[in-house]
């Protein structure tokens, strides 16, 4: 069983930056894909970005068009945590945002909720225009 708990989430104005972490207990993260997606309300759930295991893969990283270019995914494997860093925020990025971990050998990098295994409990972002 891997735990995640997201933290770094709050209220920011347009143009500005925040950074999630995401720290896990449990397991290690080496061997996860691990990934963020968010949900606005009255939205489904969308993948953000995700980054590879570094045991059985490459550690790559995967962005959704919408964050390309002002969101970076990375992950400290000693300390158990991903972060995501996000620079240039606008108002419709406003959203509950969840990691999620998937230990499953894949050649693609999985971007549906449906194949993630573990989630946290989501923290808030508010961008204010």
């Known amino acids: 069983q891997v735990q995640l708990v997201e933290s770094g989430g709050g209220l920011v104005q347009a143009g500005g930056s925040l950074r999630l972490s995401c720290a896990a207990s449990g397991r290690t993260l080496s061997g996860y894909t691990m990934a963020w997606f968010r949900q606005a309300p009255g939205k489904e759930r969308e993948f953000v970005a995700a980054i590879r295991a570094i045991t059985w893969s490459d550690g790559s990283t995967m962005y959704a068009n919408s964050v390309l270019g002002r969101f970076t995914i990375s992950r400290d494997n000693a300390k158990s945590t991903v972060y995501l860093q996000m620079s240039s925020l606008k108002p419709e990025d406003t959203a509950v945002y969840y990691c999620?971990?998937?230990?499953?050998?894949?050649?693609?990098?999985?971007?549906?909720?449906?194949?993630?295994?573990?989630w946290g409990q989501g923290t808030q972002v508010t961008v204010s225009s």
């Open positions: 999620a971990a998937d230990a499953t050998y894949t050649q693609v990098t999985p971007t549906t909720s449906e194949e993630y295994d573990y």
